[in-house]
């Protein structure tokens, strides 16, 4: 059984920072791109930023140079460092892994069960 648990959620005034962390467990063999999307009330799901393994990050224009993605493989962690954060990066913020178990050799792509993030003063 694999599993994508996030954490670092909360609530921060205009102008603030958070960390978002999500963390792989499970009977994982490998990993491939790990990634963060957000759902903001009354909205789709969006994708804020992925991170490849062996490759370069990319980033939602609406987050580009405020949020940073990255990930410690030794781990299998991937972090969202928010800055300058905005009332309308509220949300809940998931993410998401392509994993390969150690029982199963097809790529599945697993999600996390989010974390509530609220921006306001």
């Known amino acids: 059984q694999v599993q994508l648990v996030e954490s670092g959620g909360g609530l921060v005034q205009p102008g603030g920072s958070l960390r978002l962390s999500c963390a792989a467990s499970?009977?994982?063999?490998?990993?491939?791109?790990m990634g963060w999307y957000r759902q903001a009330p009354g909205k789709q799901r969006e994708w804020v930023a992925s991170f490849p393994s062996g490759g370069s990050t990319n980033y939602a224009d609406s987050v580009k140079g405020r949020f940073t993605i990255s990930r410690d493989n030794a781990k299998n962690t991937v972090y969202l460092q928010m800055n300058s954060l905005k009332p309308e990066d509220t949300g809940v913020y998931y993410c998401?892994?392509?994993?390969?178990?150690?029982?199963?050799?097809?790529?599945?792509?697993?999600w996390g069960q989010g974390t509530q993030v609220s921006v306001s003063s």
């Open positions: 998401n892994a392509v994993v390969r178990s150690t029982y199963n050799p097809t790529p599945l792509l697993m």
């Open positions: 499970g009977s994982i063999s490998s990993i491939s791109t």
